[in-house]
T-cell receptor, first 115, second 112 residues
Framework: KAGVTQTPRYLIKTRGQQVTLSCSPI?????VSWYQQTPGQGLQFLFE???????NKGNFPGRFSGRQFSNSRSEMNVSTLELGDSALYLC??????????????FGPGTRLTVT | GENVEQHPSTLSVQEGDSAVIKCTYS??????FPWYKQELGKRPQLIID?????GEKKDQRIAVTLNKTAKHFSLHITETQPEDSAVYFC???????????FGAGTRLTVKP
């Protein structure tokens, strides 16, 4: 099976702009989670989508949002970008059943730089 | 929500020695505990996981132990090799809830 893919791989934006990142999960996986990875904060959970519904949400401001489509592909959006949003954004997919399987498989990430 | 603490933040060992990384979690309902290895510039890769109905699991040179009473779990790497050098992350989540929280990571360096 093809692995998790993310587009674009690299992105440079200016403060105040908005950005949309895309994640295609492993075929058959219904759950997509998003994480922000920075050197200082490690891997921080943003949100998780399952069957087009946001099931879990981390402690990020409302500027961070996402959605999932009927084919399980997911997008995340960050509005009004700030310098501190510069990070590697990773998505991970898992089956979440049936049968229930929690293993998450990560995509290569999108490196966002905000100037 | 769940809070996962990981120690140490850096670990340096000689090739052939063992390495141990420890994590504690706060949510007693957590029952799935994976470990990920992330090499420089690459995505995190699942290396081993354990569920709450098991106390220990081994896969070749890697083992994970879980103490549910104390709410801590550990990763053990034996006969370390230079290619084991990477950042290792522990995580915890509930089985039917994919809200996975990660530890801050441990940078392991194996010196040849």
């Amino acid at each position: 099976k093809a692995g998790v893919t993310q587009t674009p791989r690299y992105l440079i934006k200016t403060r105040g702009q908005q950005v949309t990142l895309s994640c295609s999960p492993i075929s058959g996986h219904r759950s997509v989670s998003w994480y922000q990875q920075t050197p200082g904060q490690g891997l921080q959970f943003l949100f998780e989508y399952f069957s087009e519904t946001q099931r879990n949400k981390g402690n990020f401001p409302g500027r961070f949002s996402g959605r999932q489509f009927s084919n399980s592909r997911s997008e995340m959006n960050v509005s009004t970008l700030e310098l501190g949003d510069s990070a590697l954004y990773l998505c991970a997919s898992s089956s979440q059943g049936p049968p229930l399987a929690e293993e998450q498989y990560f995509g290569p990430g999108t490196r966002l730089t905000v100037t | 929500g769940e809070n996962v603490e990981q120690h140490p933040s850096t670990l340096s060992v000689q090739e052939g020695d063992s390495a141990v990384i420890k994590c504690t979690y706060s949510d007693s309902a957590s029952n799935y505990f994976p470990w990920y290895k992330q090499e420089l510039g690459k995505r995190p890769q699942l290396i081993i996981d354990i569920r709450s109905n098991v106390g220990e699991k081994k896969d070749q040179r890697i083992a994970v132990t879980l103490n549910k009473t104390a709410k801590h779990f550990s990763l053990h790497i034996t006969e370390t090799q230079p290619e084991d050098s990477a950042v290792y992350f522990c995580a915890a989540s509930r089985r039917n809830n994919n809200d996975m929280r990660f530890g801050a990571g441990t940078r392991l360096t194996v010196k040849p």
